[in-house]
């Protein structure tokens, strides 16, 4: 597959405009768009209950002045604040809530994703930083998709009946208040785009700190071994203090919108007092009007506030949407094809027409016209130097990548047009670092076939003389192998990977380098095993050992990204001097880039 890379690990560097971003908060959104507008309708009652209390307020100041009875007044001011606190608090709870269900889907649709990426765009992508992806990106969609957009529309409204009833109210006053906060409060649109760039640094660099530890933590023995866990400290300490860099930047910012609003009132109130004092000295307004003006002023901070820090946090959700929306952008593999699968059963045959491939432009060529043919059944080896591309032909069969030229055949059929669940299915693969994941013994040999029986399992343990190796574990199969199988030696590693694949009934099975790590009893058993699977199912091995090598019924020597000969071990000897030469020196060359 052109246009693929290698494991660079570059950070996502995808650029999306405004546009494009909105869409993608709206897709969050869409599903819960009834929840969202109920949840802001009931703060927006809540707020314009609120708005009432100036004028319930001004009734009680006059009445006061007229010598009348207060009761049934401050019962209204009571209830109304009883009521506006109950139904905004209804409100939050709906949004809070809505905006849990929206984080979850998102974090659920995103794993989905990128557990289906293309191998080329997972081996590109440091892995640290598709985790914050999902952890804190995800999280911060809480603020945008529900803080953000609903205080934006319920502070607009509120802001909006507010200078309504203080237009009511007295008109000369609301002329000082609003020039005022324009005055002060224009700053924000200096501030806004500050606080955006501040808060999409400060989530790179919190994806930084992953990629470091997940790095780390992925080679702990190794960090341990080198004396290099005061360099990780550092490094994980520089990327760090750039997400506290920019983190504080983003403050700042923030800080800077918030205290301008607050000034703003608060140079509004003292304005209103001035002018209003005047007014009423000179009679144009009553001083319950002026009372009533400056509840509603304080009332206005509010719906300030809610505009204000709504255009903050859609700056640092509308990152975090950026961001999700260019891991959702990463190429993945065809899901739910319902095309039928070919029809074979037994061992499965594969062919190379004509292959070439390279992992991304720029980078060189990996395999120039391969060309070969295994019949079904029986075990072909692939050797050569390193480099010869023998661990991507595995790749191209798995439809990991796909050739940039040439086909790649299974019982005769495009890899290509293959279902791809089919394909894999059809398929055990023992990758050459034989990984082993993290939990028990039985949930590594089940991961290929989770359905596979207690028997089953039983007799692939003794076929890869795994059997004592539970007998001796404190739990058996539930034991706990570690991060990576830590708890396990390199052997026991293969042989568990082996027996996974095992499990998983192959048509057709690939073992690279599967034998390494192995002493010369396990191996020497395993290679019984391997040989009588090969009665059964295609077994393709790529091997750096004579003694593996000399099994095969047949053998693919490549070199420099092309198939040089193929025959048997005898006729190879005899009649090509690279086998020869490999042979005469057990064939023991590093199977590193192989």
Known sequence: MSGESGASGAPLETKLPARETWRALYAHIRPRRALIALGGMLTLVGSV???AQPLAAKELVDRLGNEQAIGSVLVLLTALVVAGTAIESVGAYVLQRTAESVVFAARRQLVARLLRLRLG???????????????????????????????????????LATLAMMAFLDPVLLAVT???????????????????????????????????????????????????????????EAASLEAWRHGVRAAKWESLASSSIGLS???????????????????????????????????????????????????????AVARLREAELLETEPVGDERAAPEGRGPASVEFEDVSFRYAEGLPTVHHGVSFTVPGG??????????????????????FYEPDGGRVLVDGVDVREWPLDALRRSVGYVEQ????????????????????????????????????????????????????????????????AIARALLRRPRLLLLDEATSQLDAANELALREVVAEVARTTT????????????????????????????GTHDELVAGDPLYGELAATQLLTSPAGS
């Open 539 to 566: 077994v393709l091995v790529v091997a750096h050992r004579l003694s593996t090598v000399t099994l095969a019924d047949r053998i693919v020597v490549l070199e420099a990204g092309t198939v040089r000969a193929t």
């Open 49 to 51: 209950t609120g708005l």
């Open 178 to 236: 609003v020039g005022v906060t324009a005055l002060i409060g224009g700053s924000l649109g200096f501030v806004l785009p500050h606080i955006a760039k501040a808060a999409k640094r400060a989530q790179e660099s919190v994806g930084a700190i992953s990629a470091v530890l997940e790095r780390t933590f992925g080679a702990f023995r190794t960090v341990k071994a080198s004396g290099a866990e005061e360099r990780e400290e550092a490094a994980v």
């Open 121 to 159: 765009a997972a081996e590109r992508t440091q892995p640290g930083d598709l985790m914050s992806r999902v952890t804190a990106d995800t999280t911060l969609l809480r603020q945008v998709t529900t803080n953000s957009l609903v205080s934006a529309a319920t502070g607009a409204l509120t802001l």
């Open 378 to 399: 029986g075990m072909t080896a692939f050797v050569g130097p390193s480099g010869a591309g023998k661990t991507t032909v595995f790749a191209m069969i798995e439809r």
């Open 265 to 319: 009132i608060q140079v509004s109130f003292l304005s209103v007092l001035g002018v209003g004092g005047a007014r009423v000295a000179s009679g144009a307004i009553s001083i319950a009007t002026l009372v009533a003006f400056l509840l509603a002023l304080f009332y206005l901070i509010d719906p300030i506030s809610r505009l204000v820090s709504a255009a903050s946090e859609y700056q640092v959700g509308a990152a």
């Open 433 to 496: 670092d034989a990984p082993v994941l993290a939990g028990t013994l039985r949930e590594n040999l089940l991961f290929a076939a989770p359905d596979a029986g207690d028997e089953e399992i039983a007799g692939v343990l003794e076929r890869t003389r795994l059997a004592g190796l539970v007998a001796r574990l404190p739990d058996g199969l539930e034991t706990v192998v570690g991060h990576r199988g830590s708890k396990l030696s390199g052997g026991e590693r293969q042989r568990v």
